[in-house]
Nanobody
Framework: VQVAESGGGSVQAGGSLRLSCTASAYTYCMAWFRQAPGKEREGVAIHSNDDRTTYADSVKGRFTISRDGPKNTLYLQMNSLQPEDTAMYYC????????????????????WGQGTQVTVSS
């Protein structure tokens, strides 16, 4: 499965960005992770194809993950962006079983995009 992200960029604090990710085939789980310089990769939002979602505490109420299933496309709407949101954002995909929970750890996602940079200035 090939995964490709788009939509990153630079924005001022308080602004918004929308990331998109397209997978070349269906996978039950899709997710957004991010990695800032000198920090470990962290989960931002995870989506299962039966519409279950989880968010990192740091983005709850500001970010929204959504999916266009027939197009194998995942979105991340990011509002009220803050400088601490600056990172490389990665889309990930993983097979799963309908009704099961998607993994929370990046180590359990097998398919990754190249990443898209998000920079938020104060």
């Amino acid at each position: 499965v090939q995964v490709a992200e788009s939509g990153g960029g630079s924005v001022q604090a308080g602004g918004s960005l929308r990331l998109s990710c397209t997978a070349s085939a269906y996978t039950y789980c899709m997710a957004w992770f991010r990695q800032a310089p000198g920090k470990e990769r962290e989960g931002v939002a995870i989506h299962s194809n039966d519409d279950r979602t989880t968010y990192a505490d740091s983005v709850k109420g500001r970010f929204t993950i959504s999916r266009d299933g027939p197009k194998n496309t995942l979105y991340l709407q990011m509002n009220s962006l803050q400088p601490e949101d600056t990172a490389m954002y990665y889309c990930a995909a993983q097979y799963g079983v309908i009704g099961s929970s998607c993994p929370q750890s990046s180590r359990r996602f097998g398919f990754w995009g190249q990443g898209t940079q998000v920079t938020v200035s104060s």
